[in-house]
């Protein structure tokens, strides 16, 4: 038996047990069995579907090996997943798209992997993992076990972080934190480029940049020789991120970094959000930079946004219409949200996505995402 925190296995005849770390908040598994180099991918999948952890004791390398096996014999056309492919109605395929990730998700996570107190990895061939752990995770405590899929992607991100994404409109790299969203879709990030400033920044050159995430928008907004950026956000990972970057940029005099809900106060010539593009629930702190729940932080801006716009001044309200082709938000909706808090469309610009799943015919969501535009709408209060 496990409680909600700690996981137990027997291991050489003796009772053991550890901390449950999960990104995602999956509960620690009921089962746990210790595996090893000599466990097949045939067996190891069907013990993880039947909802056993396999806690590895093997070869490091040779566990990477097993999870991409494994990785294989899930992507073999769950029923889900086929119910996706060839369901008519486009909001039914997400949904049922969904399920089979989080199916396929929660199967490959129960290879386990277990971590010292202070995040060694003693398995054989093993990258020294601790700094790559602790930028994810903070700083080491007891021992813990961990899905080896969860460990590879912290240190997927530490490298992420380490390398940084070239932005060239931001004036230079941005490194992306572990569990905040990266700026690898970067058409939003030219709409906000080439947009047309508002008049009013003339009179006085500030900017709001709300749920700035890694700072990419301010940082392009700061290239574009704005004054003074307030860049707001609540998440702790996004507010630490933003601000290494912006120490990074060498910008700090123009952009400020401030924990808020949505909006600092007073009033901006220019407000920018680039909010979740899809109302839905996000499954881990990585997917709130995609899902956002029945549109709360897209309906939030807009219902503030007038009220924190200076005469003259504009919203910049940079958003996917993919919700729309899933049927998960309607046009009239959001034109109605926007007529609701007494603003008005002054412009729209509009681009084509350019990454690979557009073009991916055998993608689910395939028809959803060739139609999909990015746009920038130029908001002004009435």
């Given at each position: 038996?496990?409680?909600?925190s700690h996981?137990?296995?027997?291991e ?11 990104e ?37 390398q ?64 093993a990258p ?38 070239a ?16 700026p ?15 008049e ?5 050159s500030?900017?709001?940049?709300v749920?700035?995430g ?9 290239r ?22 912006v ?9 400020e ?22 109302p ?18 897209l ?30 938000r ?8 926007i007529?609701?808090?007494?603003l008005?469309v ?9 990454h ?10 395939h ?16």
């Amino acid at each position: 038996m496990t409680d909600s925190s700690h996981v137990a296995w027997t291991e050489a005849g003796e009772a053991r047990s550890a901390r449950w770390r999960s990104e995602s908040g999956t509960p620690p598994p009921a089962r746990t069995v210790v595996v090893d180099d000599t466990v097949t991918a045939d067996e190891a999948y069907g013990l993880a579907g039947q909802g056993t952890a396999l806690l590895w004791r093997g070869d490091y390398q040779n566990a990477r090996l097993l999870l991409a096996a494994m990785s294989r014999r899930a992507d073999r056309r769950p029923r889900k997943a086929k119910a996706a492919a060839h369901a008519s109605d486009p909001a039914q395929a997400f949904h049922l798209h969904r399920q089979a990730q989080s199916q396929r998700a929660r199967t490959l996570g129960r290879l386990v992997v277990a971590l010292e107190a202070g995040y060694g990895l003693a398995l054989r061939r093993a990258p020294d993992v601790r700094e790559a752990c602790t930028e994810a995770w903070g700083p080491a405590g007891e021992a813990s076990v961990v899905s080896l899929r969860e460990l590879l992607g912290a240190i997927g991100a530490h490298e992420w972080r380490r390398k940084g994404v070239a932005v060239p409109e931001a004036g230079g790299d941005i490194h992306p934190h572990y569990g905040v969203f990266a700026p690898t879709r970067q058409e939003y990030v030219g709409l906000v480029a080439s947009a047309p400033l508002p008049e009013a920044l003339s009179r006085e050159s500030l900017a709001f940049d709300v749920g700035t995430g890694t700072g990419v928008l301010a940082a392009v907004l700061a290239r574009r020789g704005l004054a003074r950026i307030v860049a707001t956000d609540t998440d702790s990972r996004a507010l630490a991120c933003a601000r290494d970057n912006v120490a990074r940029l060498r910008i700090g005099r123009q952009v400020e970094v401030r924990e808020a809900d949505h909006f600092p106060e007073r009033r901006a010539a220019l407000v920018v959000c680039n909010p979740p593009w899809v109302p839905a629930r996000p499954s881990s702190p990585l997917e709130r930079g995609i899902y956002d729940p029945e549109s709360a932080m897209l309906r939030g801006f807009l219902a503030g946004l007038a009220a924190h716009l200076a005469p003259g001044g504009e919203g910049w309200l940079v958003l996917s219409d993919l919700a729309e082709h899933l049927g998960l938000r309607t046009r009239e909706a959001l034109l109605g949200w926007i007529d609701a808090a007494g603003l008005a469309v002054a412009g729209r610009l509009d681009t084509k996505p350019a990454h690979p799943k557009a073009a991916d015919a055998e993608d689910p969501l395939h028809a959803a995402r060739a139609a999909e535009f990015t746009s920038l709408w130029r908001l002004a209060a009435r």
